[in-house]
């Protein structure tokens, strides 16, 4: 019997090469990105269709269709091991440290304590199922149910159809019989020195339809009967909705743990230009931690940039 630790001698390593594989790196955490290199007009961009699924809880019950995740990436070069990404309490509805220290950095008349609030990027996500109908890009991910990350341009799109904005008749994207497919196109857009995707030309398709459910390599639509999902389909829907790798509450919001809410300690220390002390030793922050200038101006009350790219830059 071959003994696995030989292969650190015998040159066999070539089966633990998994993160150069593109596929392992992007697609095995669940999340049904969109990859731009692979698109193979650019100037067209990427296009792919699918459909958006309503949280069939692995308990059996209806869950929300999405999740909402607020989160901030600090990135303080000088402090690597500081960086990182943060859930904010506000998922929970409690005040959040690092917001609270954004605001008190941008409005000081520091211009050195200005440039750090950009090492405090925010974002708003939302997490839903979604099943892959077309994608000539990735196809081997077609038929496949994942779970999409979107931000307020997709959200927005989904609230105009229900509101009836686009065609005058209220649609839940989500519904089994009634939902309708979404058209993603998303191109490559450069802003001076920021290069980011752009999905303000993705569209719902305008007539609704059902449900397609993918068996045998075939996409085939559920029967409806007056309206709705013929019963007897619905064991087969409920399977259907099952078949799928992630769960989409593993990617909902967490509470910061007692590690993660010294390092924010640490890093209010850096930003402000306090004594920073271990992080073990660390006490959690309090209101006391943003009385660092003569020169603030007060607490802002401007809104949080809330987009595909939402971070306060």
């Known amino acids: 019997m071959v003994n696995e630790i030989d292969d650190l001698f015998n040159g066999n390593l070539d089966n633990k090469m998994a993160f150069l594989n593109e596929q392992s790196r992007t697609n095995t955490d669940g999340i049904y990105r969109i990859d731009l290199s692979k698109a193979k007009d650019k100037k067209k961009g990427y296009r792919s269709v699918i459909r958006f699924l309503p949280n069939l809880t692995k308990a059996g019950k209806v869950g929300e269709s999405a999740l909402e995740k607020i989160s901030h990436y600090v990135d303080i070069k000088q402090m690597k091991e500081l960086s990182g990404f943060f859930d904010s309490p506000k998922n929970f509805g409690h005040k959040c ?12 008349k520091n ?30 991910l077609v038929g ?63 007539d609704p339809s059902p449900l397609q459910v993918y068996k045998n390599g075939t ?8 309206g709705k999902v013929d019963p007897k389909a ?12 992630h769960e989409l509450e593993d990617f909902g ?14 890093i209010v220390n850096f930003m402000t230009g306090k004594a920073s002390s271990s992080y073990h030793e ?15 101006t007060g607490e802002s009350k401007k809104p949080l940039k809330d987009d595909d790219d939402d971070f306060f830059s």
Do not use: W
């Open 219 to 226: 996409f085939k639509h559920v029967p409806i009967q007056d």
């Open 282 to 296: 660390s006490k959690h922050p309090s209101s006391d931690d943003f009385d660092f200038e003569e020169s603030l």
């Open 144 to 206: 496949k149910i994942m779970i999409f990350q979107y931000g307020k341009t997709i959200k927005d799109k989904i609230q105009a159809e229900k509101n009836g904005d686009v065609s005058g008749v209220s649609c839940n994207i989500f519904d089994l019989a009634n939902g309708k497919d979404f058209v993603l196109f998303v191109k490559e857009i450069s802003t001076g020195d920021e290069t980011y995707p752009d999905y303000k030309m993705s569209a719902f398709k305008s």
């Open 253 to 266: 919001p967490k509470v910061l743990d007692e590690a993660q809410q010294n390092k924010i300690t640490e």
């Open 97 to 108: 440290t690092l917001s609270d220290l954004y605001y008190q950095l941008m409005n000081s």
């Open 111 to 140: 211009a050195i304590l200005q440039e750090r609030a950009k090492m405090l990027n925010y974002s708003r996500k939302y997490y839903s199922y979604v099943l892959i109908l077309e994608d000539e890009q990735q196809q081997d």
């Open 234 to 245: 619905h064991g087969i829907i409920k399977d259907f909705l099952m078949e799928r790798d």
